[in-house]
């Protein structure tokens, strides 16, 4: 029966293509619902490939089994082989009676209306309620762990969100010499397998393992070159100060010893004497002996800190940081509306964050029968608002009571010429249209700039005479600069200061 399941891996695949097709043309508005299909494709394009590895191997045919069930088939009585294998998949259906038979191409169409609901959705254990369907991080968990970590800085998690990929020892990171614990190594291997796990439930249908392995890549061309940032090679030396080190300002000195920049050369000799200086200058020369005597160590000549330990353990922690720079690079829109939605969320009370959850569980239903309704569906009869009177609808949709629209006086027209005879339905609306864009937009077109003396006014023609009023009173009480300075020549004649420079030019003074 070789030639039935090749003939069925050919039907498999061209239902396959025909459920992506299917797929791709839907674009769902919920991001759920987007994710739950790109997860469907993803898992068709898998099947895609492993049915297509099956075909291939059946028509390399190794065994020859494809090549005698052929000439069998060709070669004898045809009848005489139709009947040998109906024969056969009738004794199969009578031992096993109730074997499914599977219906490709209902497994593989798209499910509609009732379906969707009653169909389990993968995304919906996929993702925590914090992230949202994967629209925002939820690293909680590493933020614990970085608090636990000694001599860490204690920051928020707003903070924590703005610097977990800044790594250097005056941004909230830890120095050089304290990543060296498994503690951090545990830290940092948790954040990077967090936001590749954030990456690969968000981005189903990219080639995630192409993208780390060139991040690998990357990572270990810098290595070779020693050019990672934070994790160059330590050259042992007796000036503890580094002139390559990047400073804030151009008097600013940095210490190697301490891993901390100093406001200029005396606060940093200063610092010397101390005892933390000295303390952390002892464990850096300690550190680079070590170093160095794994290097004469290692067998072959091998370069120095090439096959040491210690060399070695900082590879491992500084890929990993390396790693978690380049997704948080990737995803920086995740991570600029994760920092929105955390300083929202700070300002609601605990209520509304369970009303906001229960109402993004919610919103695939309520998508779903939008568009059942978009469809075709007709609405029952009770769902037809009763409106006989035309009254303005509220929040719910309903209309407001009648007695509220008599009291807000809706029924009272107001009629604006310069916003194009447009009618306001009541004093608040009108009253707040003279500060709204349409009316100060018509002011603009009768060339009028000062729109905030002009409450009240609607008629054209007033405002136009308004305006050419304060234009004129505006130009009577303007003071010409030079006739408020009064001059007086040799002989006692007094003049604006004007006048007399023009004649003093002319000679006549």
Known sequence: MLLEEQRFLHEDLERLEQGIADRIGDEPKHIRDRLARDHQIAQFLDRISSQSTKLLSIYRDADGSRSREIQQIGSGDPMDEFHKQLAEIKGFHARYPNEPVENLERAYRPKRGLDVESQFSIVDTMFTGEEAYGRFFDLHTCHELYLNLPNAKRLSYLQYLDSFDNFAPGAGGLKRAEKLT???????????????????????????????????????????????????????????????KQTSSSEAVWCDDCEKEF??????KGHLSGKKHIRAAAERAKRLEGELDGASSAPNGAQKGGSS??????????????????????????????????????????RERQQELENLFSATTTTSQVKDTEDGEDNDDEDKIYNPLKLPLAWDGKPIPFWLYKLHGLGVEFPCEICGNFVYMG?????????????????????????????????????LRLWDRIQKEKRRDKVDDGSV?????AEGNVMPEKVYYDLQKQGLL
């Open 427 to 463: 004093r608040r609306a009108f009253d707040k249209h003279f500060n709204e864009a349409r009316h100060i937009y018509g002011l603009k077109c009768l060339g009028i700039t000062n729109t905030s003396l002009f409450r009240d006014i609607t008629g054209i023609d007033e405002a």
């Open 182 to 244: 498994d503690q951090y190594f545990t830290y940092v291997g948790q954040l990077s397998q967090d936001l590749e796990t954030f990456m690969r439930k968000t981005r189903p249908l990219e080639n995630l393992d192409k993208v780390i392995s060139d991040f690998d890549k990357e990572f270990d061309a810098a290595w070779e070159k020693d050019e990672v940032a934070d994790w160059k090679n330590e050259e042992p030396s007796g000036n503890s100060n580094s002139t390559s």
């Open 309 to 350: 330990t210690y060399r070695l353990k900082e590879r491992a922690i500084a890929e990993r940081e390396f790693r978690v720079k380049r997704l948080a690079s990737a995803m920086s829109t995740e991570r600029s509306d994760t920092r929105v939605n955390v300083e929202r969320k700070q300002g609601m009370t605990e």
């Open 485 to 489: 300075v009064q001059m007086e020549d």
């Open 263 to 268: 406001k200029n050369e005396n606060v940093y």
